[in-house]
Antibody, heavy 117, light 107 residues
């Protein structure tokens, strides 16, 4: 059983929107802070953002390049994390990973997002 | 924002060698630091959290140390499967920045 499985990636035009999902299994999702991290082709890891657990207010934090355009949410009843991406730019092209905790202790396998006209 | 600087950016070593990778934070982060290993085409894997605590299932050949601004990852007795890219990340204060990575290659 894979603990985290991302989905929703694909090809989108600049200015478009996409919503990524991260389905969790076999872990205490509702007790976990959750994060998104991305990696552009051939580049290093870049932290995207984090959402705290409900008991800590589900507070979110974002990296500067995505603040105001991306939004992280969670549905604990479905054990699913989301990343809503709006006003996408070519520089958002990357593999997107979800992970548990503020520093991803467990990682998903990633979903690829390509922003191109 | 806290900047994380890893050194070296690349490193050549032989099977059986012991190597050390350094990560420096631009301000103090106590021990809020993780290390990750990534192999080509694969998701990263957590090795160490809280600067020195081995993640579950990670062999004891990996060790981490440091606090404040200076941290090290040491890998003893390198094996072929250890050749990969290694990243540090601070989670003391958002944004939780990564180092630029250290590519460990076979000599």
């Amino acid at each position: 059983e894979v603990p985290l499985v991302e989905s929703g990636g694909g090809l989108v035009k600049p200015g478009g929107s996409l919503r990524l999902s991260c389905a969790a299994s076999g872990l205490s999702f509702s007790d976990s802070y959750m994060s998104w991290v991305r990696q552009a082709p051939g580049k290093g890891l870049e932290w995207v953002g984090r959402i705290k657990r409900k008991s800590d207010g589900e507070t979110t934090d974002y990296a500067a390049p995505v603040k105001g355009r991306f939004s992280i949410s969670r549905d604990d009843s479905k054990k699913t994390l989301y990343l809503q991406m709006n006003s996408l730019k070519t520089e958002d092209t990357a593999m997107y990973y979800c992970g548990t905790g503020s520093a991803c202790d467990i990682w998903g396998q990633g979903t690829m997002v390509t922003v191109s006209s | 924002d806290i900047q994380m600087t890893q050194s070296p950016s690349s490193l050549s070593a032989s099977v059986g060698d012991r190597v050390t990778i350094t990560c420096r934070a631009s301000q103090g982060i106590r021990t809020s630091l993780s290390w990750f290993q990534q192999k080509p085409g694969k998701a990263p894997k957590s090795l160490i959290l809280a600067a020195s605590t081995l993640h579950s299932g990670v062999p004891s050949k990996f060790s981490g140390s440091g606090s404040g601004t200076d941290f090290t990852l040491t890998i003893s007795s390198l094996q072929p499967e250890d050749f990969a890219t290694y990243y540090c990340q601070q989670y003391y204060s958002p944004p939780f920045t990564f180092g630029q990575g250290t590519k460990l290659e076979i000599k």
